[in-house]
């Protein structure tokens, strides 16, 4: 699986792209974006996906649904 950023509740600060530790996350058009491809939702490195940790907007970034 992998996260997704929900563009109308991200207010593009930023705080999640240098939190990645796969730097899936980058800004295309002024959003920011998760590349699906290449988020592994930190398993077997973190408890909880990073971006989501210091995401400000609670629901902003939530799990692709399978």
Same mark, same amino acid.
């Given at each position: 699986m992998a996260m997704k950023i929900d563009a109308n509740l991200c207010t593009s600060c930023g705080d999640c792209e240098p939190e990645c530790p796969t730097a899936s996350i980058s800004v295309k058009k002024g959003l920011y974006v998760i590349?699906?491809? #290449?988020c592994t939702e930190c398993e #077997?490195?973190?408890?909880? !996906?990073? =971006?989501? +940790?210091v =995401? !400000?907007? +609670?629901g902003c970034i939530t799990q692709i649904a399978a």
């Open positions: 590349s699906a491809s #290449g #077997g490195e973190y408890d909880k !996906p990073q =971006c989501v +940790k =995401c !400000p907007i +609670k």
